[in-house]
């Protein structure tokens, strides 16, 4: 299984970005699939997730502001943030977790910075 997170980059804070993740196998085939971050110096952090049957859950901090989704049939999965605020500026991972076996797995991470 091969994750691969784009999309993120250099933004100001209020402004907006789209980060993707496409997975190499069909996404329905996890039980849920996740945005996790990872700020300079802090411990990884879920951020938000889809499970399989379609129902999102997110942190406290980006509720209302952010938004997963996923295109089945491109085996994609899409973490919209706006209102973007400094504290938000991390590395974004994506990760798929399949409850057979316990196994999970991790993208190479996308930076995003936001500026103050």
């Known amino acids: 299984v091969q994750l691969q997170a784009f999309g993120g980059g250099l933004v100001q804070a209020g402004g907006s970005l789209r980060l993707s993740c496409r997975c190499s196998?069909?996404?329905?085939?996890?039980?849920?699939m996740s945005w996790y971050r990872q700020a300079p110096g802090k411990e990884r952090e879920p951020v938000a997730v889809?499970?399989?049957?379609?129902?999102?859950n997110y942190r406290d901090s980006v509720k209302g502001r952010f938004a997963i989704s996923r295109d089945i049939h491109k085996n994609m999965v899409y973490l919209q943030m706006n209102g973007l605020e400094p504290e938000d500026t991390a590395v974004y991972f994506c990760?798929?977790?399949?409850?057979?076996?316990?196994?999970?797995?991790w993208g190479q991470g996308t930076l995003v910075t936001v500026s103050s």
């Open positions: 889809i499970r399989n049957e379609g129902v999102t």
């Open positions: 990760s798929a977790y399949r409850a057979t076996d316990t196994s999970r797995y």
């Open positions: 196998t069909g996404i329905l085939g996890f039980n849920t």
